[in-house]
């Protein structure tokens, strides 16, 4: 009596047609850009450095894909977290590596990340990326740091690789251009451990 004719917003056809088209629709377009962006994010266009990071339990090795040594070989070395006794002051603990990564300012790194035994995951929150490590597969990634924002910035592995996933950590030194060509010089001459010492010297001094 109340409601002699039912209303039709329920079990109508016509609308509920349309309450599942408009919002695939909506969906839809967005997906379109945003698969667009999400490719353009990972693809290092006119990369100026290719830096192959390559996870190991537990520690990274670092390739310079476009600078050779002395035998013609890629520049690499590994980056092994330091213990306390042998931290720097200032140096953050279990973030700080005997040998890190430097790049200089200004300049478009394309970093290929693999990995050598187990997953691991490449990550640097203040460049804005978190890249998995999978063996047998390249993943690509980028980053480039602006002038006037030289400095070191820290990452770690961020994906359960064994006992000792918390003590990978990632150091990346970003220097201007007269610096990172010395301590390429140095590095080519052999001179490991001086070229990361000269660093490490500058850092006390400044």
């Not at 002699?4 to 088209?21: F, Q, R, Y």
């Not at 990978?168 to 007269?178: G, N, T």
Request: with cysteine; charged share 25%.
């Amino acid at each position: 009596k109340a409601n002699p004719v039912p209303g039709k917003t329920t079990h109508h056809v016509g609308l509920e047609i349309a309450w599942t088209l408009i919002p695939v629709a909506i969906l839809v377009v967005l997906a379109v850009p945003s698969a667009k962006l999400l490719y353009k994010q990972d693809r290092a266009v006119d990369a100026e450095m290719t830096i192959k990071a390559v996870g190991n339990q537990w520690y990274w090795t670092f390739e310079y894909a476009d600078l050779k040594d002395a035998d013609g070989e890629p520049l690499s070395f590994d980056a092994i977290m330091k213990k306390e006794d042998e931290l720097q002051p200032g140096e953050p603990r279990l973030l700080a590596v005997d040998n890190n990564v430097v790049v200089p300012v200004g300049t478009k790194v394309r970093v290929l990340v693999t990995a050598a035994d187990v997953l691991h995951s490449f990550t640097i929150p203040s460049f804005g990326f978190k890249t998995d490590a999978v063996p047998g597969r390249l993943n690509e990634t980028w980053f480039m740091v602006n002038e006037g924002k030289e400095g070191i910035y820290y990452g770690q592995c961020s994906e359960l690789c064994g006992k000792d996933h918390a003590y990978m950590p990632i150091e990346v030194r970003v220097v201007d251009q007269a610096t990172y060509e010395s301590w390429i010089s140095t590095l080519r001459s052999g001179d490991f451990d001086g070229a990361f010492d000269a660093l490490d010297q500058a850092q006390i001094a400044s």
